[in-house]
DNA sequence: TTTTAGCACTCTTTTGTTCGGAGTGCTAAT
DNA sequence: ATTAGCACTCCGAACAAAAGAGTGCTAAAA
């Protein structure tokens, strides 16, 4: 493929280009006439139209009928966000608006992505999605219990990412502030850095001999904290901005947006998608190239938000395959920069901040 | 209007249901021929026509045009909901799926609220709502500082309602174990019960006395207090099942359904309704009964869960006008009892827990 | 006085037809 | 290799006609 790539003339190139924008702007089949008055080309339109058979024939464009316009193919699309596209500035409007959001938010990680993907959504006009990874192996760093009455204590825990989760418990077993005390320093002792599969039988039974008569507040507590761990397992997805595909007119045919939202809030498959993502750059996946059956005429683009090495979220854009790449990608990095900077800076006053994940 | 009510004839109460069953079943205009072959009425078609031709002056009909069927108006669904109704008992096998998805997402009220919001949604195929009222006057009950490093520290604060919220602070004037807990004991003794604006200078003032040299870190403290209690503050709202909604022809012109997304995504509006709403009971709002403009063609029907008296949230169900209320009735009651079945039982060894707000 | 049958009338929806435009492919000339 | 020209294809808009559904009204029946 990558030798095709380079087999295109430079005209070629030129023309695809063409009928990227042109499709991009208009939504339907461009024609070879078209081109011609808007490029300036030293060539006829007869000429373009040989080209465009052959860029057919190549696979780049498709006809949706045997006398309409061509419109790019996938592979077209592919091309033109791999080579041909034009970095988009943006606005210092724009970029101010992504300082005032974001900033005011400064709080929650989930809030931020939030804030981010609906900004996003909002700028590009496309669907946003704030993605919070399920993320595997997390273990907890640090366990804190506030004893509130004598049936009833809250555990807290703070995990290896930071974040910050906690539970009621109610116990079966009178306790007493002193009590509570003893079991977080148990849970510390021994919990401490293990995952949810690591908490073996030999450890829990170590630590009911540790609480001795107490030990039944053992097995509750590490029930919850089974939960506790499950509960972070699981990975988060919010959509924002679906309002906006309905302009589009490719999501005009009820029947494909209703699959299209159908698997929007099934979330799963996305969820995957974006984990199983190595790539710690922006990714663009252009209808099939996901397995998720139904994009076919979407396209989806997406930046993981990177702290220490540790991928903490994503935001992304969903759109129509003939999105505009070059100011959704530029969205996209701009907020991530923005994001990254946020949570990177620890030496503020108030202070970043994760709430209970 | 009551009294118009109880001026309704027997017949023309039959013939008013009929036309809403038939209305919410086929969502078309209802002719007189029609009720006539699926009602055992003792009468002609002409009867009813004459009948309907009166019910539409009374207001309870409308004519979507001089020779079609009749459609019920507002007032009509609001006399079908409000005396009509035929109880809708919910099969065993929904309230199997009931509980066993309730049962399992048995953790913050904010998942369970979704997982019922997903439940009602998939059992109605109408769109599902999860709300979380902004609690105004809240306050802070007790607070808990956990030390992580010399310039770090987690602030833990339970709430009035019994969730937690926590954030990550990073000092600029070095702190200690001894030093942090001395602090969580200031803010305890001070800050116990306040709501964000019963805080006031004098308080404060006091605060830094008690801390002494390390007065700063009561500021910086106050902030992140501050910031907190504005954010539960906030209220929340979730939305599942849009796609449901593309199975309704009154959805299917994208204007309409894109200004309803629209409404959807800003949330403030439906927040507002919803939280404004004293009763603790069912709610149907039909059409322009609520404020809310887009709604014309559409209702919105919410259960709040309550427990102790306290508006701790709500879930509810938007469709269109011509929804199967029986239906959607019954569901969220039926959800709404086992979510307060849920939170209610305090004596469980799991427990009922509340996250990050 | 209420109900009913019958009929004329209205409005929508569907279907078929026509027609123009846009765009291509091909061929022959440059 | 490029271009002009032309025949051909296909789609979609516009229009007309027909079918269907349902009403309102009138006059007769109960």
């Given at each position: ?33 078209y ?7 030293s ?7 040989n ?97 509130l ?5 809250i ?8 974040s ?31 995952s ?30 089974y ?109 991530s920069?923005?994001i990254?900077?946020?949570i ?14």
């Open positions: 493929m990558a030798s095709e790539n380079r087999g295109l003339t430079e005209r070629k190139k030129q023309i695809l280009k063409a009928i990227v924008d042109a499709h991009i702007e208009g939504g339907g089949p461009v024609g070879s006439k081109i011609l008055q808007n490029q300036q080309l060539c006829s339109s007869a000429t373009i139209r080209e465009m058979a052959e860029l057919e024939e190549m696979g780049y464009l498709e006809q949706p009928h045997a006398s309409a316009g061509r419109v790019p193919s996938e592979l077209g699309y592919r091309f033109y966000v791999d080579s041909l596209i034009e970095r988009y500035a943006m606005t210092t409007h724009e970029i101010a608006q992504i300082n005032d959001l974001l900033k005011a938010k400064m709080g929650e990680l989930d809030q931020i992505l939030l804030a981010a993907s609906n900004l996003a959504s909002n700028l590009t006009n496309y669907t946003g999605i704030a993605i919070k990874p399920p993320v595997s192996a997390i273990s907890i760093n640090k366990f804190e219990i506030i004893y009455e004598s049936d009833h204590y555990l807290i825990a703070v995990t290896s990412t930071g910050v989760k906690s539970k009621h418990v109610h116990t079966a077993t009178p306790i007493s502030q002193a009590l509570a005390a003893k079991l977080a320093n148990v849970l510390n002792q021994h919990l401490k850095g293990l949810a599969n690591e908490i073996t039988l030999p450890i829990i039974m170590e630590m009911e001999a540790q609480m001795g008569y107490e030990s039944s507040l053992v097995n509750a507590a590490i029930k919850v904290v939960d506790l761990l499950n509960e972070l397992d699981e990975g988060e997805m919010r959509v924002s901005g679906i309002d906006h595909l309905l302009q589009y007119p490719e999501y005009s045919d009820v029947g494909q947006l209703q699959e299209l939202l159908g698997t929007l809030e099934k979330k799963e498959d996305i969820l995957n998608l974006v984990s199983r993502s190595e790539s710690q750059d922006i990714s663009v996946l252009i209808g099939s190239e996901s397995e998720v059956k139904v994009m076919n005429n979407s396209a989806l683009v997406f930046k993981p938000i990177v702290k220490d090495g540790k991928t903490l979220g994503a935001i992304g854009i969903l759109g129509p395959r003939r999105m505009d790449y070059a100011k959704v990608l530029a969205t996209l990095e701009g907020l920069g923005n990254t900077n946020l990177g800076s620890n030496k503020s006053n108030g202070g970043e901040s994760n709430g209970g994940n």
